[in-house]
């Protein structure tokens, strides 16, 4: 069985680069792209376009940034046909849910990454 790939949004961030982190170590996952505002020097998985690193291959979205975008990132995911896991808080969830039935996409949304949380 191949490995899941896992795109994540907002990579360098403390979520975000907490669960690139995570997939990078999983033995059944593997870190497709970083999505993130400004890539570093050196670092062969970060890339600014999310359409770009969803085309390349995904199997999963982990959307961790902003709430004025984890909507559009999701949508976008969903109209690929990539499932996401939404991490980021205040976003427009009645948007993404309308968006993910219609198009029969699965969107998890977990607000709290405690251990005890989820």
Do not use: Q
């Not at 979520?15 to 890539?39: N, Q, S, Y």
């Not at 570093?40 to 969803?54: E, H, K, P, Y």
């Amino acid at each position: 069985m191949s490995a899941l790939r896992i795109v994540v949004t907002g990579a360098y961030g403390g979520l975000g680069g907490a669960i690139a982190r995570g997939v990078e170590a999983a033995d059944d996952m593997a870190l497709a792209a970083r999505v993130v505002r400004v890539p570093r020097a050196g670092d062969a998985l970060a890339t600014a376009s999310l359409a770009d690193a969803l085309a390349a291959g995904a199997d999963v979205l982990f959307e961790s940034t902003r709430p004025e975008l984890a909507a559009d990132h999701a949508c976008l995911a969903i109209d690929h046909g990539v499932p996401v896991v939404v991490g980021t808080t205040a976003w427009d969830k009645p948007r993404v849910d309308a968006h993910a039935r219609a198009r029969g996409v699965p969107v998890l949304y977990a607000p709290n990454y405690a251990l005890g949380a989820i």
